[in-house]
């Protein structure tokens, strides 16, 4: 079965400190990869996305991805945190055979120390 | 553009109780979902309708019935509720297209007793 595995549950960093939150799938075919973003008492919100081309995608706020299509991973990245990056972020993938399906991972869990 | 819209925010139950959650959304999309989210286990997809007419299952459908009642909306129903159900509940959006990103909605936080 299809599946995204995210397997940092709750990562702790200090401001300034560099991120890295991994995010694994399990499909052979061609996919499209996502980061959402759900911060406290708010709604999921796209953070970024990577349909085909360069896999350095970019996104909002500083946060970065890279696709890996021989590990199948796409880890999200940022050099340096902020309190406000306080968050959970999930992986989500869309394999192209199934484009309304959407599989999520558990999500990770950010708490940034002041 | 209200976006993705739920109804209601709140709501406590009893066990055996009915509801129906109620979407909408105002973007045109032709696909939408509902999902479930428990601490640790993410987002788990309950139903799917990928357009008007159609519905199929997600993940973990068992309790669950929806209506894709037009283009617009998209209800779930409980029909007896179970403690087990408890959780936050997300309705979510997509044109269809295949590069196409999901819109969430605000969510309804559903207790059980």
């Known amino acids: 079965a299809q599946s995204v595995s995210q397997h940092n549950h709750h990562v702790i960093l200090s401001e300034a400190a560099s991120l890295e939150l991994g995010c694994n799938y399990s499909?052979?075919?061609?996919?499209?990869l996502f980061w959402y973003v759900q911060y406290p008492g708010q709604h999921l919100q796209l953070l970024l996305k990577?349909?085909?081309?360069?896999?350095l995608v970019k996104g909002i706020k500083g946060f970065e991805a890279e696709f890996i299509k021989s590990k199948f991973s796409f880890n999200l990245r940022k050099p340096s945190v902020q309190w406000s990056d306080t968050a959970e972020y999930f992986c989500?993938?869309?394999?192209?055979?199934?484009?309304?399906?959407?599989?999520f991972g558990s999500g990770t869990r950010l708490s940034i120390r002041p | 553009n209200a976006g993705v819209t739920q109804t209601p925010k709140f709501q406590v139950l009893k066990t055996g109780q009915s509801m129906t959650l109620q979407c909408a959304q105002d973007?045109?999309?032709?696909?939408m979902y509902w999902y479930r989210q428990d601490p640790g286990m993410g987002l788990r997809l309950i139903y799917y309708?990928?357009?008007?007419?159609?519905?199929d299952k997600g993940e973990v459908p068992n309790g669950y019935n929806v209506s894709r009642l037009n283009k617009r909306e998209f209800s779930l129903r409980l029909e007896s509720a179970a403690p087990s159900q408890t959780s936050v509940y997300f309705c979510?959006?997509?044109?269809?297209?295949?590069?196409?990103?999901?819109?969430f909605g605000p969510g309804t936080r559903l207790l059980v007793l």
């Open positions: 979510a959006s997509r044109s269809g297209l295949l590069q196409e990103t999901q819109y």
């Open positions: 499909y052979g075919g061609t996919v499209n």
């Open positions: 990577y349909f085909s081309g360069d896999p």
């Open positions: 989500a993938v869309t394999p192209y055979s199934s484009a309304s399906k959407i599989i």
């Open positions: 973007m045109n999309h032709n696909s």
């Open positions: 309708s990928a357009s008007e007419g159609t519905t």
